[in-house]
């Protein structure tokens, strides 16, 4: 066994434990810090009366980083019982150090989420550093899981069902320090480490028979317990309210957090665990969780994490071209994250409208306590606004925005080099070849694609495109970029339509082509929110606009066609040609689409999609209609695969879950695949009944089937 907790008795009769697990960056939940925690209790218990108290600190950056989610992939439905069974131990060492008899002070001095808070919580008192930098939360649903260490349990009893639940547990929320103090879970802050310590002792020296709230005799739940009429009336909402949240996805663990702890609410301490413990395992040796395990840890931190090389100084001074909704956007982050930024447009007034973009952004942050107004002030001051092009000399990076024209954006290219001839261009397209649009730069090989995502301000993720003579030290320049800007960066090569634009356009024109059926729009719109895509199809086109993915289509078709190649037109297409055309329904932009609007707002389905379409299709299977949608875009990201366009796993897991929406439960595109129940195999089966029902756009690629036929996966 290696110890992870050092052991410190001071004069005082306080035992200082901190946290140091030798070899890692990070303390975790594993069998090492099951058994030091173990056999670290089993000595307070002997030495108790020699004890004034405990203080538990961390020698890492972060207090505690939670549960070992290597193990945590590696568990499978047979370890069930024995997994159960090791989080009972665990379970057990921590209750008998909040039942030492001796008052327990967490002294949090560094990010305190899932395991790590749980730990906290079965100290008596905790003391958290006054540091923007930490985070207090339980992120357990976005993986998948519960707190399964007491956690839902504690936060119940501590905070009441309703608190923590909505508060706490359900939406995986990272609260900073003073957040944390206002919701309950933390109980003082402290300026630096030295009055961290010295407030834990004093409150030691203070409250020398500590016990927790709910092992004191008359403790009531806050907010009652079940029984309670006032609780009860409330309970029969929240499953339905859950049900409402989740639109029908495969999301089993929100359902078990919610049950956790209203059953724990209405039984003593110790069932309350075994119920908790027994939904976690569930959950833990369920596939669901290690998808989004894989997805939303383990790749995206493989993702954030690429080698960008050395020699390339940041850049100081970006200007960006276009200063509509997204080049605003774009100006917004980069002035967040310290670059003095350029916001150029054709007007003064179209630059200042979007520095106002930022200005609101900004202002709302301040009013929600997120930003404090000196932080206001000094990212509005590195956003310059300008018409002038004379303002861009000496930018290290510029960022062209306009509209999707190749002749606009060469024209804006030349005017760059004119001022800044040794900035790094890069174009924010969604759609248009990387390699075509270099042809208006005399330095086609430091040129790349930075396709950012709306809202730029929320969206985790910057597709990198290198186009056919993009150099490797431009793309590092760019990763670079990325990483500075806090986002999460997947790199692709140049393709119409890349990879995110070229996928999610499978998809939307899935579910319209489901309206040329006669399918009606209901039932399309619940197939893809049960599916679990957090936007239902036809919505999500009325946002986008029906005339973009027309005039990618005309653009894409005109291009096959003058490549020798033939063109085969999409069941969707003579749909949104009709919208357009004949019905003036151009989408929300537009005030019409396949939803009604009022005052910008939706307020339903365009009653007359079923004279135009039908709507009396009742015959295709529901389950088909899911699984067409998440069918078409992995066999998609498979072609992208094939032709190169995609090189790695991860970034098409990565990208297709931050970047365009796939079901987050699935472990994205291709590990959706992998885990399709038979493997590769039972998806190529499924693909080619789905082939038969639907078109030849499900025919398996050549590449999925290969790999079917050796047994592998997509790693």
Known sequence: MVNTIRWEHGDDGI????????????????????????????????????????????????????????????????????????????????????????PVVAAINGSALGGGLELALACHHRIVLDNPAIEIGFPEVTLGLLPGCGGVVRTVRLLGVADALVNWLLRGQRRRPQDALAHGLVDEIAADEVGMMDAARAWIAANPDATQPYDRKGYRMPGGTPANPALAAQLPAMPATLRKQLKGAPYPAPRNILAAAVEGAQVDLDTAFTIEGRYFTELATGQISKNMIKALFFDVQTAGSRDIGAG???????????????????????????????????????????????AGLLDRAVSRGLSAPDERDGILARIQATEDLADLAGVGLAIEAVFEDPALKHKVYAEIEQVAPDALIASNTSTLPITMLAEGVSRPEEFIGLHFFSPVDKMPLVEVIRGARTDEATLQRALGIVRRLRKTPIVVNDSRGFFTSRVIGTFTNEGVAMLAEGVPAATIEQASSQAGYPAPVLALMDELTLTLPRKIRQETAAATVAAGGTWQPHAADAVIDRMIDERGRPGRSGGAGFYDYHEGKRVGLWPGLRDDFGGTNHDTPFDDLKERMLFIEAIESVRCL??????????????????????????????YVNQYEGGLPGFVARARVLAERYGDRFIPPPLLLAMADRGERFE
Request: include cysteine; charge should be negative; aromatic fraction near 4%.
């Open 312 to 358: 390339h100084p940041p850049v100081q001074r970006v200007a960006v071209i276009g200063a509509g909704m997204m080049g605003a956007a774009i100006a917004y982050v980069c002035a967040r994250a310290g670059m003095q930024v350029v916001l150029k447009d054709v007007t003064i007034e179209g630059a200042l409208r979007g520095k106002a973009y930022s």
């Open 15 to 102: 035992v200082l434990l901190t946290l140091d697990h030798p070899g890692r960056s990070a303390n975790v939940m594993n069998d090492d810090f099951g058994a030091s925690l173990a056999a670290t209790v089993d000595r307070l218990e002997a030495e108790r009366d020699q004890l004034a108290g405990v203080i538990i600190t961390s020698a890492k950056k972060t207090f505690f980083a939670g549960g070992d989610l290597d193990a945590l992939l590696r568990l499978t439905p047979a370890d069930a019982e024995a997994s159960e069974a090791d989080t009972r131990l665990l379970k057990n060492a921590v209750r008998r150090l909040e039942t030492l008899g001796r």
């Open 642 to 671: 094939e032709e190169g366009v995609l090189t790695s796993v991860v970034d098409a897991n990565v990208g297709s879950i931050l970047g365009i929406g796939y079901p987050s439960w699935t472990g994205g595109v291709l590990q």
